[in-house]
Structures are given as C-alpha cells and as structure tokens.
C-alpha cells in the first residue's frame, strides 16, 4: 500500500510502547495501526500479576478502534519499546485478522505481508453459520 508511512507507523509504535504497563516481563510492547478512514489507533501491552490475565498491545488497539469509531485496520506495525520489530501471537493475529481481514498489512520481519501471508487459512466471519 503506497499510502502507508511505515516510517511514522513503527515510531508511533515505539512511542507508545513507553506506555506499556509490563513490571513482570519488562518487555515494552506498542503498536500502531492505520484504519480504512485514515485513523491512527495505538495498543500497548498491559501485564497482569496473573500472568495469563495481561493483554497485548494488539489487544488494547483493537479496544481504541472500537471505540473511536469502528472501521477497519489497513496496516499495523508492532515494536518493542527499544524499537525492535516484534511479530503479533497467535491470538492478535487472530485479532487482526477479524478488524482487518485478509489484505490488512502488516510489517514482519520478512516485509510487508498481507494477514493471509501471516495466517493462512484464519478462522473468520465467513466460517460462522449465517
């Protein structure tokens, strides 16, 4: 996507990764997305003394979508607070997928990829019964 400026997206990224809440793996995680609106929504990861209760950034970007408006995410970029590229889990991806569906890019450590280069074969609406 020609309209993306990955530069400013990864140092969105990196700033509000300074904004993570993260006292037990001191990993600063943030990222940024871009919606179909020209939005930018950011996520930071928010850990939790129970560990299986933190969030990931992706997580709390895809709240700050829903509630600035809705839309959908076009590109998103993930990086540590150090400004180290961190590819999104399983579960954000899944995230992803669903507020971006397959042609949301994402950038990875082998480029700019579509999310069905990221997840193949995701589970999605379409797999629901009408």
Same mark, same amino acid.
């Given at each position: 996507m020609s309209t993306v $400026?990955? $530069?400013a997206l990864r140092a969105e990224a990196v700033r509000v990764a300074q904004s993570a809440y993260a006292p037990y793996s001191k990993l600063?995680? #943030? +990222?940024?997305g871009l919606t179909d609106d020209g939005r930018l929504v950011q996520g930071c990861n928010v850990e939790n003394a129970s560990y299986g209760l933190g969030? /990931?950034?992706?997580c709390t970007m895809v709240g700050q979508?829903?509630?600035? %408006? %809705? %839309?959908?995410? +076009?590109a998103v970029a993930c990086r540590s607070g150090d400004g180290d590229l961190l590819m999104? /889990?399983?579960r954000c991806r899944q995230l992803l997928y669903e507020? #971006? %569906?397959p042609e949301c890019l994402v950038d990875t450590p082998s480029g700019i990829l579509p999310m069905s280069s990221v997840l193949p074969d995701a589970f999605g609406p379409e797999d629901l019964p009408a």
């Amino acid at each position: 996507m020609s309209t993306v $400026d990955w $530069d400013a997206l990864r140092a969105e990224a990196v700033r509000v990764a300074q904004s993570a809440y993260a006292p037990y793996s001191k990993l600063l995680v #943030g +990222v940024a997305g871009l919606t179909d609106d020209g939005r930018l929504v950011q996520g930071c990861n928010v850990e939790n003394a129970s560990y299986g209760l933190g969030l /990931c950034a992706e997580c709390t970007m895809v709240g700050q979508l829903r509630l600035s %408006g %809705g %839309g959908r995410l +076009v590109a998103v970029a993930c990086r540590s607070g150090d400004g180290d590229l961190l590819m999104p /889990c399983g579960r954000c991806r899944q995230l992803l997928y669903e507020h #971006g %569906g397959p042609e949301c890019l994402v950038d990875t450590p082998s480029g700019i990829l579509p999310m069905s280069s990221v997840l193949p074969d995701a589970f999605g609406p379409e797999d629901l019964p009408a």
